[in-house]
């Protein structure tokens, strides 16, 4: 069983920061992306960040939406399977629910990969 755990969410003030964190924990052989999503209130689950393994260990490529380019940035440890969104000049239309997702290959056979999800972490950004 993989479970992913994240923190960092709280109540923050027009043009601050938070960092969100989410580690990965049980039989895992291997993780291939990690991403961020975010759900706000009456909307759609939407991509925020996600970041890719390339050819070699140490080789990775991030992308962001529109919306958070320039403001967010992921990054990811593979030696702790936890990946990162630090998040600047914050603003209400960041207010929503945050969830991890993490690409993962597990122990055992099929070699298949599979979407495994954090709890979401609750970010307000208010006045």
């Known amino acids: 069983q993989v479970q992913l755990v994240e923190s960092g969410g709280g109540l923050v003030q027009p043009g601050g920061s938070l960092r969100l964190s989410c580690a990965a924990s049980?039989?895992?052989?291997?993780?291939?992306?990690m991403g961020w999503y975010r759900q706000a209130p009456g909307k759609e689950r939407e991509l925020v960040a996600v970041?890719?393994?390339?050819?070699?260990?140490?080789?990775?490529?991030?992308n962001y939406a529109d919306s958070v380019k320039g403001r967010f940035t992921i990054s990811r440890d593979n030696a702790k399977n936890t990946v990162y969104l630090q998040m600047n000049s914050l603003n209400a239309e960041d207010t929503a629910v945050y969830y991890c997702n993490f690409r993962v290959r597990p122990f055992g056979y099929p070699p298949d990969e599979y979407d495994y999800w954090g709890q979401g972490t609750q970010v307000t950004v208010s006045s």
């Open positions: 049980g039989r895992i052989f291997s993780i291939n992306t």
């Open positions: 970041i890719t393994s390339g050819s070699s260990t140490n080789y990775a490529d991030s």
